[in-house]
């Protein structure tokens, strides 16, 4: 039998944290983070992080675990989420993923195998150039005529990872493809949705609530150190 895994997705503000919490509490769970910013200490605001009361309601994991200035990567995430999940369906609990970055949750699911391309610093420097001069369009028009695959999952925006896909296109490589097509765990997927003008006003309130609190302050100390 495989593995059990639930999933709660959804855009910003749609409750995802809460909805994780209740479903943990309901069936014996605990929560994976699926978020690839609440890993880090001292991003409490800015990353929305659930409360120290909801984090002491059910047992979390893969938050709070790294410096700010350390690096995680979807590689990252995966290894160690396999690891907990296995953990925690040993002990005969469910495994409730919450959030958050679409990449991760993906590549966990459809059991990506990621290869590993050396870095070229002078590549992505030239590219950090030509992103700078050309555009964010002109640079994803380039990986599309490398990797029309790996393109197609990416935002246009997404500069870092799009610089990396073209280095790994270069090289001959694909940055991730699919072990098999079958998923490795017995999975529940709940996609959470609300009407655009309520959840634009409930993300409205929460970056006011999140200025109020102290976001200003908190990125200025990030800075700072």
């Given at each position: 039998?495989?593995?059990?895994?639930?999933?709660?997705?959804?855009?910003?503000?749609?409750?995802?944290?809460?909805?994780?919490?209740?479903l943990a509490?309901?069936?014996?769970?605990?929560?994976?983070?699926?978020?690839?910013?609440?890993?880090?200490?001292?991003?409490?605001?800015?990353?929305?992080?659930?409360?120290?009361?909801?984090?002491?309601?059910?047992?979390?994991?893969?938050?709070?675990?790294?410096?700010?200035?350390?690096?995680?990567?979807?590689?990252?995430?995966?290894?160690?989420?396999?690891?907990?999940?296995?953990?925690?369906?040993?002990?005969?609990?469910?495994?409730?993923?919450?959030?958050?970055?679409?990449?991760?949750?993906?590549?966990?699911?459809?059991?990506?195998?990621?290869?590993?391309?050396?870095?070229?610093?002078?590549?992505?420097?030239?590219?950090?150039?030509?992103a700078e001069?050309?555009?964010?369009?002109?640079?994803?028009?380039?990986?599309?005529?490398?990797?029309?695959?790996?393109?197609?999952?990416?935002?246009?925006?997404?500069?870092?990872?799009?610089?990396?896909?073209?280095?790994?296109?270069?090289?001959?490589?694909?940055?991730?493809?699919?072990?098999?097509?079958?998923?490795?765990?017995?999975?529940?997927?709940?996609?959470?949705?609300?009407?655009?003008?309520?959840?634009?006003?409930?993300?409205?309130?929460?970056?006011?609530?999140?200025?109020?609190?102290?976001?200003?302050?908190?990125?200025?100390?990030?800075?700072d150190n």
């Amino acid at each position: 039998m495989k593995p059990r895994v639930a999933v709660i997705l959804g855009p910003t503000a749609t409750g995802k944290s809460h909805c994780g919490i209740a479903l943990a509490k309901r069936l014996n769970g605990e929560i994976i983070s699926g978020d690839s910013m609440l890993v880090y200490q001292r991003m409490d605001i800015g990353t929305a992080k659930p409360s120290a009361e909801e984090l002491a309601a059910v047992p979390h994991h893969l938050i709070d675990i790294l410096p700010p200035d350390a690096a995680f990567s979807v590689v990252d995430f995966k290894e160690k989420a396999e690891k907990i999940i296995a953990d925690i369906n040993s002990r005969g609990k469910l495994p409730v993923i919450v959030g958050g970055t679409g990449l991760y949750i993906k590549a966990l699911l459809e059991n990506y195998e990621f290869n590993t391309v050396e870095e070229c610093s002078e590549l992505r420097s030239e590219l950090e150039a030509f992103a700078e001069e050309h555009g964010n369009s002109a640079l994803y028009e380039k990986l599309q005529e490398l990797d029309l695959e790996t393109a197609s999952r990416l935002h246009i925006n997404d500069r870092r990872r799009i610089i990396r896909a073209i280095e790994a296109a270069q090289s001959g490589e694909k940055i991730a493809h699919r072990k098999s097509e079958e998923w490795p765990y017995e999975t529940v997927v709940f996609g959470l949705r609300m009407e655009r003008e309520s959840l634009y006003a409930r993300i409205n309130a929460r970056v006011d609530k999140m200025m109020a609190d102290g976001l200003v302050e908190e990125t200025k100390s990030l800075l700072d150190n």
